[in-house]
């Protein structure tokens, strides 16, 4: 039999796990009407901050392999979100960038965090810190 500390409840992973399937969950009533899911709507905020961006860069602020933003790229794409096009100054970099009807959701887009902290039901000290935690946990500095 397991001790108390072994059940899978108590473990620190399955915590984070099932918050970050409530975080997904949250958020997909805000995102279907948009057509996006959560982690197209992670892109379009980073490029709404920035764009355009090349697809490492992107990659590398969303903590997502190219194996897993490549396919989230050319659905946005074909979704006519997003431009990607061959760096001029360096043709082995592909550029990434809003199109018109990307730009058009900003509002949208960067309403839903507002309601997400509302739903969340923490205060935005609560929320800092949980988020400040999280970021240690995922980025350690000694890496």
């Known amino acids: ?12 992973s399955f915590a984070l796990y099932a918050a970050a399937n409530r975080m997904v969950r949250l958020h997909k009533p805000f995102l279907e009407p ?17 764009a355009p961006l090349s697809v490492g860069t992107l990659g590398a602020r969303l903590d997502m392999d190219t194996g897993t933003i490549t396919p989230l790229l050319k659905r946005l794409d074909v979704a006519g979100m997003v431009t990607r096009t061959r760096d001029p100054a360096d043709e082995r970099r592909v550029l990434v960038d809003l199109t018109p009807r990307g730009r058009a959701l900003e509002a949208e887009v960067r309403g839903i965090t507002d309601k997400i902290k509302t739903a969340c039901q ?14 240690a946990l995922a980025h350690p500095a000694a890496e």
């Open 122 to 135: 923490l205060s935005d000290r609560d929320l800092d810190d949980l988020r400040r935690t999280l970021e």
């Open 1 to 12: 039999m397991a001790s108390e500390r072994q059940r899978v409840g108590t473990q620190l």
């Open 34 to 50: 948009l057509g996006l899911t959560f982690p197209q709507y992670l892109v379009i905020l980073e490029l709404l901050d920035g």
